[in-house]
């Protein structure tokens, strides 16, 4: 079992920034490719970017290409998504999410965080 935490959210205004935490423990988060979904109120849940297990593969969804970036430090068993340029259609429940195949479908995700709320203010 793998206990995922996310930190970092919170309320920014429209073109500020925000650095997403998601703390791993029981595992090594190295054992597992990790990934950002997010979720708005009213919509489905929906990929962000995901990070293969060494860090050397990455994956962004279009509209968060140039803004975000995910990256990881398996030493301390995190992983991040620095957010820039934010706008309101950002504002989301986000969640980290570990699993053993670098893709983009929630339902192949092995474990799933509690999500941080991001709220983006125009």
């Not at 969804?61 to 957010?83: C, H, P, W």
Request: glycine letters at 10%.
């Amino acid at each position: 079992q793998v206990q995922l935490v996310e930190s970092g959210g919170g309320l920014v205004q429209a073109g500020g920034s925000l650095r997403l935490s998601c703390a791993a423990s029981g595992r090594p988060l190295s054992n597992y490719n990790m990934a950002w979904f997010r979720q708005a109120p009213g919509k489905e849940r929906e990929f962000v970017a995901g990070i293969s297990r060494g860090g050397s593969t990455t994956d962004y969804v279009d509209f968060v290409e140039g803004r975000f970036t995910i990256s990881r430090d398996n030493a301390k068993n995190t992983v991040y998504l620095q957010m820039n340029r934010l706008s309101p259609e950002d504002t989301a429940d986000y969640y980290c999410a570990a699993n053993s195949v670098l893709v983009r479908a929630a339902q192949r995700m092995d474990y799933w965080g509690k999500g941080t709320l991001v709220t983006v203010s125009s």
